[in-house]
């Protein structure tokens, strides 16, 4: 079983930045070879799917509704996942969470799968 924790979550400014985390000390993504991602949803509305990436081979895809705004990345220890969040917008305020593997993730859509954590608040002010 994988249990993932995020964090980083919080209150920021519309233009501010934050950087959430995600982990399981005991699972190594890449020696799994799962595919991780993040979703987010917000109060009233359906799940999101918004980023993910499979550490083997370091391809990433994004909601249009992110990109070029956040990133997803890995640590050197390979059982962290980052999400850089950039020019954050009131529309980003939602529960955040990781999940792995994934159901889907490719340029059509991200889909989380069997294992989510339980999530941070991210709060964009205006």
């Known amino acids: 079983e994988v249990l993932l924790v995020e964090s980083g979550g919080g209150l920021v400014q519309a233009g501010g930045s934050l950087r959430l985390s995600c982990a399981d000390p005991?699972?190594?993504?890449?020696?799994?070879?799962?595919?991780i991602g993040w979703f987010r949803q917000a109060p009233g509305k359906e799940p999101e799917g918004i980023a993910c990436f499979s550490p083997s081979d370091g391809i990433a895809y994004y909601a249009e509704s992110v990109k070029g705004r956040f990133t997803i990345s890995s640590g050197s220890a390979k059982n962290t996942v980052y999400l850089q969040m950039n020019r954050l917008k009131p529309e980003d305020t939602a529960v955040y969470h990781c999940?792995?593997?994934?159901?889907?993730?490719?340029?059509?859509?991200?889909?989380?799968?069997?294992?989510w954590g339980k999530g941070v608040q991210v709060t964009v002010s205006t």
């Open positions: 005991r699972f190594f993504f890449d020696e799994a070879d799962y595919v």
């Open positions: 999940a792995t593997p994934m159901d889907e993730c490719s340029v059509y859509a991200i889909s989380p799968g069997r294992y």
